[in-house]
Each structure stands twice: as structure tokens, then as C-alpha cells.
């Protein structure tokens, strides 16, 4: 057990690890190393009991044999509270007491009680959202990440970010340099708009058929309809290019709104606040939501599906 070699012990319970870690810490006092200068860790206290009263019992059966160990013995019986063991987190506090300046904490830090945790946590996501809302004002990427995920989002993620701290930067930042350099908010409005802009399109029947499938009577439905008319052919080429973004998150909002429910599903019949009367025809006004008057659409032939021809 030669202690200027470098050992990885690794073997199943019972087999004698704590043995060899014993042996190293009493040969490295044989070869006259302080005990302060000696660094033995482990993970529960009860560990490092054991293992202080084992190096301990070591040194004292050794002193019955050979008079050198008898000597040690003698002058380190009277300093035996320098051999210490320490669990990882006893070791990491005394570091940080230490060089408080250098670790970047303050010096009169104090280890939070389990009970404390979870209102320290709420704390830090309330202090972290405070700021980044400010950011938001300045910062477009900021804002444009709040309009993405909703605050309720933000706030999960982020919690989640310091639950997983320790490997979290890591992983965020391969994520991050993955992504997309140049998206910009003006980018992302003008790929959303000619997404959804897309799929309108592309209905049986285009835009206007479905459209005027809807409630068309409802002055909320109005809106909408208004709403997406902008969207999918804007007024000047100008918008097309950089639509304005709250007018567009106000606009796509309002037609999550109209298909999806609040769990974000889609709907299987139109919101509550269009009753059936608001149709344009009776006959669809029994159709009760996009998706079925959409399905029924797809399954009818042109000449029968209106009831203008
Ligand atoms: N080389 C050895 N010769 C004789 N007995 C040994 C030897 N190595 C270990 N032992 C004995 O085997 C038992 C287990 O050893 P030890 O506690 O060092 O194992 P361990 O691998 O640390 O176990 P655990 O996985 O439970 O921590 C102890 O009673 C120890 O005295
Ligand atoms: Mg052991």
C-alpha cells in the first residue's frame, strides 16, 4: 500500500475497501505526513466514525509491535482529534468557511435547514422572474421567451433548471448553441405568421370557406375572422415581412382559443360563447365546432357542401 501511488479501489461490499483506505492513512504516517495534511472523505458520518476509530486501532495494535510505531503512537496519542474524516458535505463546509471571498459567498453563510429549502427556492424563482421581466423590457429574446412559455412555464423550467443545477449549465448550453443563431423576434413573428398562414390555406375550400363555416354572426367571431384575414394576407407587403409582434400574439391567442381548450387538446366543438344561432345557415348551424365542420367539409363534395349554390 504504497501511498505515493495513486489507487482506484473498486469492489463489492465486504471486501476490504475500507481496509486499504486505512492502510494508505496509516502508512502515510509512517512516512511522516501530518495528519493535518491528510485528506480522508467519505459519505455518512457514521463512515467516518468507523473509519477514524479503525486507523486509530491500527496505529495502536501497531505500537505493541515495532518500537518505531510505539514512538508514533506516543506522540500522536495526545493530538488524535487531527486525525479527521469527514463526510463530503463537512469537508465543502469548511472549505467555504475558509475562502468564503473565493468561493463568492458570503462569509456569514449559514447551511439552510431542510425545513427552509423549499421557501428559499420560491424566493430565488420570484427574484429570477422579477429580473427577467425587467430584462424583457430591453431585451427582445427575453420577451420573445415569456411569450413563448407563459410565466407559469418559465417558472416550472426554471425550477427545474435548479433542481438539476449542478449539470444544468452544461446541458443548456449545448442546447442553446444547437439552436437557431439568428432568430430574431422579428424572425420568429414572420415564421409563425407564414406557418400558420400556411395551414389556413391549405383547407379544403381555402381560407374563406372556412371562415365563413364559423359563427359568422358573432361579433366575437368578427374579430377572429378579422384577426385572420390580417394574418394570412396582410395589408402591405411591410407587415408581411415584420408583423407586429403583440398584435400577432393577440391574434394567435384569440385562435388558440377557438381550437384548442385551455389544456391545449383540441376542441371537439366550438367555444361556449358561440352558441349554434350565429351561423350563416341553419344547416350548419348544427355543425358545433371547427374540427367537425371540418371533418365534414373534407367529406362532402363542392356542389352539396354550400347552401349558396
Ligand atoms: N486483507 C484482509 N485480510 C483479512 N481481513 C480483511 C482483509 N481486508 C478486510 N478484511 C476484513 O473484512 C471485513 C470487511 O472489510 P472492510 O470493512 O474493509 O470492507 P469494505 O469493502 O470497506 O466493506 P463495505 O463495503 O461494507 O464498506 C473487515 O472485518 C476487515 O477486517
Ligand atoms: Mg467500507
Not at 103 to 132: G, N, Y
Not at 245 to 266: C, E, H, Q
Amino acid at each position: 500500500m504504497d501511498p505515493t501511488q495513486n489507487v482506484v479501489l473498486e469492489a463489492s461490499a465486504g471486501t476490504g475497501k475500507t481496509r486499504v483506505l486505512v492502510d494508505r492513512y496509516v502508512n502515510l504516517l509512517r512516512a511522516g505526513v501530518d495528519p493535518r495534511n491528510i485528506l480522508a472523505m467519505t459519505f455518512t458520518r457514521k463512515a467516518a466514525a468507523e473509519m477514524r476509530e479503525r486507523i486509530v486501532r491500527a496505529l495502536r495494535e501497531a505500537a505493541e509491535r515495532t518500537p518505531e510505531d510505539a514512538a508514533r503512537w506516543r506522540q500522536l496519542r495526545d493530538r488524535l482529534n487531527e486525525i479527521a474524516i469527514s463526510t463530503i458535505d463537512a469537508f465543502c463546509l469548511t472549505l467555504l468557511r475558509e475562502f468564503p471571498l473565493e468561493a463568492d459567498v458570503d462569509p456569514a453563510f449559514d447551511v439552510a435547514d431542510e425545513t427552509e429549502v423549499p421557501r428559499l427556492v420560491e424566493e430565488s424563482l420570484d427574484q429570477a422572474l422579477r429580473s427577467c421581466r425587467a430584462l424583457a423590457r430591453e431585451r427582445e429574446e427575453i420577451a420573445l421567451l415569456f411569450a413563448q412559455l407563459g410565466e407559469a412555464r418559465l417558472r416550472a423550467g426554471l425550477a427545474a433548471l435548479l433542481e438539476r443545477r449542478v449539470v444544468a449549465s452544461a446541458v443548456l448550453r449545448r442546447v442553446t448553441t444547437a439552436g437557431p443563431r439568428d432568430l430574431t423576434l422579428v424572425q420568429a413573428c414572420r415564421r409563425g405568421r407564414e406557418r400558420i398562414a400556411g395551414a389556413l390555406e391549405a383547407l379544403p375550400g381555402g381560407l374563406d370557406a372556412f371562415l365563413g363555416d364559423g359563427p359568422v354572426h358573432h361579433p366575437r367571431y368578427q374579430v377572429l375572422a378579422s384577426d385572420i384575414r390580417r394574418l394570412v394576407r396582410p395589408a402591405s407587403g411591410e407587415d408581411a415581412a415584420a408583423p407586429d409582434a403583440s398584435a400577432l400574439k393577440g391574434a394567435i391567442d384569440r385562435l388558440r382559443a377557438y381550437f384548442f381548450t385551455k389544456a391545449g387538446t383540441p376542441r371537439k366543438r366550438a367555444p361556449n360563447e358561440y352558441p349554434a344561432g350565429f351561423h350563416a345557415d341553419r344547416r350548419r348551424a348544427r355543425a358545433t365546432g371547427p374540427s367537425r365542420s371540418a371533418r365534414r367539409r373534407r367529406s362532402t363534395t363542392p356542389s352539396c357542401r354550400s347552401g349558396a349554390t
